[in-house]
């Protein structure tokens, strides 16, 4: 069975920066892109950023391109997220999420989701 | 950026009854078209991927059809369980997109 388990989230002041991080089993990591997904309370869904199973191709959404950045560790099947220059926009809980399809690059479906981890920009 | 419209925003309807759910694609993205499901306080669900492919362990309830710009997901007969918001999402370009949602609620 598919897991993917975020962490890392919290409360954090505009302007500050945190990681979260994804925690995957249950399948063979490096042959899927990973990517992260957003949902602002009471919102829809905004896709965050994507990286390719080698980590060689990174996409990025416009709204955090140049203050998020995404990374992988497939030694450790794990994901993750750097979030500097966080403002109050970035407030959403942040899905993982697997490419359902297993391919070297590309774009793709999302399949499973974990949980999220709700990240909260105050002061 | 391709933006996608669902309608409508909400689709009131009793357990029983046929759903029929909507997104248009401000451009053309073949059936590169994927559907999810979901409930208060849950990850959404794959419902359908590429239009019309029925993902693992979903009912046959559930059917998805459309290519270009214009998609349905239809549900045949609602059960208590389908009661939930519903999200499509392009993958023909980046950025990957998804639509508002629409809630089908309780009538």
Same mark, same amino acid.
């Given at each position: 069975?598919?897991?993917?388990?975020?962490?890392?989230?919290?409360?954090?002041?505009?302007?500050?920066?945190?990681?979260?991080?994804?925690?995957?089993?249950?399948?063979?990591?490096?042959?899927?892109?990973?990517?992260?997904?957003?949902?602002?309370?009471?919102?829809?869904?905004?896709?965050?950023?994507?990286?390719?199973?080698?980590?060689?191709?990174?996409?990025?959404?416009?709204?955090?391109?140049?203050?998020?950045?995404?990374?992988?560790?497939?030694?450790?099947?794990?994901?993750?997220?750097?979030?500097?220059?966080?403002?109050?926009?970035?407030?959403?809980?942040?899905?993982?999420?697997?490419?359902?399809?297993?391919?070297?690059?590309?774009?793709?479906w999302f399949d499973p989701w974990g949980q999220g981890t709700l990240v909260t920009v105050s002061s | 950026e391709i933006v996608l419209t669902?309608? /409508? +925003?909400?689709? !009131?309807? &009793?357990?029983?009854?046929?759903?029929?759910?909507?997104?248009?694609a401000s451009q053309s993205i073949s059936s590169y078209l994927a559907w999810y499901q979901q409930t208060p306080g849950q990850a959404p669900?794959?419902?359908?991927?590429?239009?019309?492919?029925?993902?693992?362990?979903? /009912? +046959?309830?559930? !059917?998805? &059809?459309?290519?270009?710009?214009?998609?349905?997901?239809?549900?045949?007969?609602l059960e208590p369980e389908d009661f939930a918001v519903y999200y499509c999402q392009q993958r023909s370009n980046w950025p990957l997109t998804?639509?508002?949602?629409?809630?089908?609620?309780?009538?």
């Amino acid at each position: 069975e598919v897991q993917l388990l975020e962490s890392g989230g919290g409360l954090v002041q505009p302007g500050g920066s945190l990681r979260l991080s994804c925690a995957a089993s249950g399948f063979t990591f490096s042959n899927y892109a990973m990517s992260w997904v957003r949902q602002a309370p009471g919102k829809g869904l905004e896709w965050v950023s994507t990286i390719s199973g080698s980590g060689g191709s990174t996409y990025y959404a416009d709204s955090v391109k140049g203050r998020f950045t995404i990374s992988r560790d497939n030694s450790k099947n794990t994901v993750h997220l750097q979030m500097n220059s966080l403002r109050a926009e970035d407030t959403a809980v942040y899905h993982c999420a697997k490419a359902g399809r297993a391919a070297p690059a590309g774009t793709s479906w999302f399949d499973p989701w974990g949980q999220g981890t709700l990240v909260t920009v105050s002061s | 950026e391709i933006v996608l419209t669902q309608s /409508p +925003a909400t689709l !009131s309807l &009793s357990p029983g009854e046929r759903a029929t759910l909507s997104c248009r694609a401000s451009q053309s993205i073949s059936s590169y078209l994927a559907w999810y499901q979901q409930t208060p306080g849950q990850a959404p669900r794959l419902l359908i991927y590429d239009a019309s492919n029925r993902a693992t362990g979903i /009912p +046959a309830r559930f !059917s998805g &059809s459309g290519s270009g710009t214009d998609f349905t997901l239809t549900i045949s007969s609602l059960e208590p369980e389908d009661f939930a918001v519903y999200y499509c999402q392009q993958r023909s370009n980046w950025p990957l997109t998804f639509g508002g949602g629409t809630k089908v609620e309780i009538k």
